[in-house]
């Protein structure tokens, strides 16, 4: 005769979701806004098409003094070199401080 044994874990979390959920809404508001021709864009996707851009400048420099095959995987590092450029631009173009 053979009987199952079921343990149940649950888990329980800290904090609530719901006030997380509203303060990540109304945080969003707070992103400036750029007009293209018409159509509200937010700055990160600009700043993040000057990271990709800046980047695919950057590789043949890299090429030409040949040290890309020493920055390490490069599904890795270009990833990153974008999102590195696209803050740079965010904190030179959008820092309201």
Known sequence: MSS?????????????????????????????????????????LLCMLAGAVLAGLVRPLLLVTRLESYVGPLTIFYPSLIAMLAMIVWVIFFNRT
């Open 4 to 44: 199952k044994v079921s343990i149940r874990r649950t888990l329980t979390l800290p904090v609530a979701p719901l006030p997380i959920l509203v303060l990540s809404v109304m945080a969003a508001g707070c992103d400036p806004i750029i007009t293209i021709a018409g159509a509200n864009f937010p700055s990160w």
